[in-house]
């Protein structure tokens, strides 16, 4: 069964950082690649950041680059987001999701999501 179980989400002041985490089991994460995405209260969900299986290659959202940085560990089967000068317009329900075969930067190609962890900035 595959699981996908972020953490790390929580309350920050605007201009603070977090590290999420997303841990990964019943799949072999090494040949996925692997992507952050976050749908904020009465939007829709966007892309944040997406990393090739060896982490070569490593794609932004507009919105987030220069700030963010996406990360993973295969030994661990693990992908991180670490969020820093965080603003208001950050928070949101951040979801990890697992791509076999795209760019894992577009929602309907994604094969597998985490139930999300919720990121609050305070201004």
């Known amino acids: 069964q595959v699981q996908l179980v972020e953490s790390g989400g929580g309350l920050v002041h605007t201009g603070g950082s977090l590290r999420l985490s997303c841990a990964a089991s019943?799949?072999?994460?090494?040949?996925?690649?692997m992507g952050w995405f976050r749908q904020a209260p009465g939007k829709e969900r966007e892309f944040v950041a997406a990393?090739?299986?060896?982490?070569?290659?490593?794609y932004y959202g507009d919105s987030v680059k220069g700030r963010f940085t996406i990360s993973r560990d295969n030994a661990k089967n693990t992908v991180y987001l670490q969020m820093n000068k965080m603003e208001p317009e950050d928070t949101a329900v951040y979801y990890c999701?697992?791509?076999?075969?795209?760019?894992?930067?577009?929602?309907?190609?994604?094969?597998?999501w985490g139930e999300g962890t919720l990121v609050t900035v305070s201004s």
């Open positions: 999701a697992a791509d076999l075969s795209g760019k894992g930067t577009r929602e309907a190609d994604m094969d597998y």
């Open positions: 019943g799949v072999t994460f090494s040949v996925y690649i």
């Open positions: 990393i090739s299986r060896g982490g070569t290659k490593i």
